[in-house]
């Protein structure tokens, strides 16, 4: 069986590339764009733990987490409060950099946990007051800067003391400028996108949160990335938009592997009753014609997954939004990929095979 | 020509009984068959003839059990194959078929093509291997085992179409103008093996044909005139 299941589709091997390269587009559509959710899920628990913070306080309900803005007098009630160590405000300036507009820069205290988490790799810390800020080794790298270089933000220039490396995505990729030059830039006094907080010893995240947002009305605490991720809009609108393009993907693979097999029924059909006529049962029959559509799908999601590993990547630097999300393969995400795959291939192949079961042999043969 | 092994070694006795009892079949307003009964016995060789559309091949088709008659029954030791609960494997079991065209699968070597029905009948792919080079060793061309179709002359085509049917043992050949496509010669050859083999492994032979020569080999002639079979003495039989 499995040899002429192999032998038929060799035999017309432009339909078969075809109709597999279709399936292929749907599986890497698929593959690229899971890994492009495990990468903002990744993302996003960098953007939870910066600084090296245990929880982030943000507005609540706002459409993504870098539209938040709270009053920076919060700060001193969080400090106050038992369960919390250290709080320090973060002031966000998305797409302020023009060297790189996919790096953020963030408004920092330079007394804050924040600033002083961060390990210089070169250079020093900022002079108090003075037109200088840090950057990330990865944007560095990227724009190739050293100490002493400028950089312009917000059409204004600033001299880069040193680079640090903290290890999370976003810092690295992006600037660190003091806070007050931060909001005097966004025109935003008085005000900062969020609050990073280190809880004290033995205070679990998830118990200081419902603490703190019930006494600090308005606000959302993030303390994991999946929460993250839900609290925005964006993210909601990711997951829900990703679900609907599997669904399409999976229905218009299936209605190609469907077309293509039927359109092979009608052109072999002699040959089926053939299978008939020396006795092959129905369900024989239509094994077959159903193992040729897996088959095709087979071939296609394989290289449909090679395809999304691939794509998604070069996407990623295409776009330039390499600091915002990298692309996170797993064994999992290529498992489903793999899965959708063969849901094509059976659901294509259903009706084809069932309309095979349903013609007489007598009927089939008068066909060739 | 010998059978080949294992051929007919548990047949006993190797052709089957055909009853056809008052059978008829349309298409659409088309009556293709009216009333036909025809019995014929184990072993018995009976050549069909009759004019184009006079009814001959839908007669055969019936009794493979490839199409459902209108009315009527068709048994085949007893068995109406159409009825059958497993239709595909009553006619694996009983029936092998030539067809004028020889209708091989174009992708698959003769060798390949005479496995098919085996695999319809699951046998083990060793096995299938072996049955099949025997086959085709018994119609005279196992030199030509891993060629495909198309590398193939109709005659030894048709040889492998001759060693297909036979692949499953039937108790019954049915050939529809198995010949009509190929040249004197090679037609000649082909009946020649086809009644070599009915004679050598004991079938129940029934053969479509305008060929007068064929009904001189055969045991009985049986003609159909406008879907119905014309006595000896021109006149046609009726239902009794």
Avoid at chain 1, 79 to 95: G, I
Avoid at chain 2, 162 to 179: F, G, I, K, Q
Wanted: proline share 4%.
């Amino acid at each position: 069986m499995l040899a002429i299941i192999t032998t038929n589709l060799l035999r017309r091997s432009t339909r078969t590339v075809f109709t597999a390269s279709g399936i292929a587009v749907g599986v890497a559509t698929i593959v690229a764009l899971l890994a492009f959710t495990q990468g903002l899920k990744e993302t996003a628990a960098g953007f939870v733990h910066l600084g090296g913070s245990e929880l982030g306080i943000f507005q609540a309900n706002v459409s993504e987490p870098t539209a938040s803005v709270l009053p920076e007098s919060i700060v001193g009630r969080l400090q106050a409060r038992p369960e919390v160590a250290r709080a320090t405000p973060l002031l966000l300036l998305v797409e302020g950099l023009k060297a790189d507009s996919s790096a953020i820069v963030f408004g920092a205290d330079p007394a804050g946990f924040f600033t002083h988490n961060l390990v210089l790799t070169g250079g020093r810390r900022p002079a108090g007051g003075a037109r200088e800020l840090l950057i990330g080794d990865r944007l560095a790298a990227q724009l190739h800067l050293l100490p002493g270089a400028t950089l312009a933000v917000e059409e204004h220039r600033y001299r880069v003391a040193g680079v640090y490396h903290s290890g999370v995505l976003f810092e690295d990729s992006g600037a660190v400028l003091e806070l007050a030059q931060a909001q005097q830039l966004a025109s935003r006094p008085a005000e900062v996108t969020d609050i990073v907080v280190q809880l004290a010893p033995g205070v679990r995240a998830s118990r200081a949160a419902g603490g703190i947002e019930h006494a600090l009305p308005g606000t959302q605490v993030i303390s994991d990335p999946q929460q993250a991720l839900r609290v925005g809009a964006n993210g909601i609108l990711i997951s829900k938009a990703i679900l609907v393009i599997v669904v399409i993907a999976l229905i218009v693979g299936a209605i190609s592997v469907t077309n293509t097999m039927a359109m092979s029924i009608m052109e072999r059909q002699g040959e089926l009753g053939v299978l008939s006529t020396v006795g092959w049962s129905p369900a024989r029959v239509a094994s077959l014609i159903l193992g040729e559509g897996v088959a095709v799908s087979v071939l296609g999601a394989a290289a449909g997954l090679l395809f999304g590993v691939i794509g998604g990547s070069l996407l990623v630097r295409a776009l330039g939004v390499s600091a915002y999300v990298s692309p996170s393969v797993t064994a999992w995400g290529l498992g489903r990929g793999l899965l959708v795959g063969v849901a094509i291939g059976v659901l294509g192949g259903i009706y084809p095979a069932w309309r095979v079961t349903r013609m007489t042999p007598l009927k089939a043969l008068s066909a060739t | 020509m010998s059978a080949p092994a294992g051929a007919h070694a548990t047949r006993e006795p190797a052709g089957a009984q055909v009853a056809i009892e008052a059978v008829s079949k349309g298409f659409g307003r088309v009556s293709a068959l009216r009333e036909v009964s025809l019995q014929i016995g184990p072993g018995e060789a009976v050549a069909i003839t009759g004019r184009s559309g006079s009814g001959k091949s839908t007669l055969l088709a019936l009794i493979g059990g490839l199409e459902q008659p209108d009315s009527g029954r068709v048994l085949i030791d007893g068995r109406a194959v159409w009825k059958d609960p497993h239709p595909a494997r009553a006619r694996r079991e009983l029936v092998g078929f030539v067809f004028q065209r020889h209708l091989l699968l174009a992708a698959l070597s003769a060798r390949a093509n005479v496995e098919v029905p085996l695999i319809g009948a699951g046998m083990h792919h060793g096995a299938r291997r072996t049955r099949a080079l025997s086959l085709l060793e018994a119609v005279g061309i196992a030199d030509r085992a891993e060629h495909l179709p198309s590398e193939l002359s109709g005659g030894e085509s048709q040889r492998v179409a001759v060693a297909r049917a036979l692949a499953n043992e039937p108790r019954l050949l049915l050939a529809d103008e198995p010949t009509g496509a190929l040249d004197s010669t090679t037609s000649e050859r082909v009946m020649d093996l086809l009644f070599e083999l009915r004679r050598d492994l004991g079938m129940t032979l029934v053969v479509v044909s305008y060929d007068p020569s064929v009904g001189a080999r055969a045991d009985r002639t049986v003609t159909l005139v406008d879907g119905r079979i014309e006595a000896p003495d021109g006149a046609l039989f009726q239902r009794r």
